[in-house]
């Protein structure tokens, strides 16, 4: 099947989770990330259950704080 990652094509496994992706990808400091699936956030407890489907677009977000 084919989705978007990161605004990238890319052909996967049918039945692929959104933490099995995290581990493909070689996403850095995969405890903080934040996913997005077609512009909806994806609850970090629903990693390994959440499959993707055939067109989805994922995007892998980092929220940086900062400040005084």
Do not use: H
Not at 22 to 29: F, G, H, L, P, S
Not at 35 to 44: A, K, L, S
Not at 55 to 64: I, K, P, S
Request: proline content about 1%; hydrophobic content about 40%; aromatic content about 8%.
């Amino acid at each position: 099947m084919k989705i978007t990652v990161a605004g990238e094509k890319k052909e996967v496994a049918e039945g692929l989770t959104v933490a099995q992706l995290i581990v493909d990808e070689k996403v850095e400091t995969p405890q903080y990330v934040t996913v997005t699936i077609n512009d909806e956030f994806v609850d970090g407890d629903a990693f390994e259950t959440t499959v993707l489907k055939d067109g989805d677009n994922v995007e892998f977000l980092y929220f940086m704080g900062g400040g005084q």
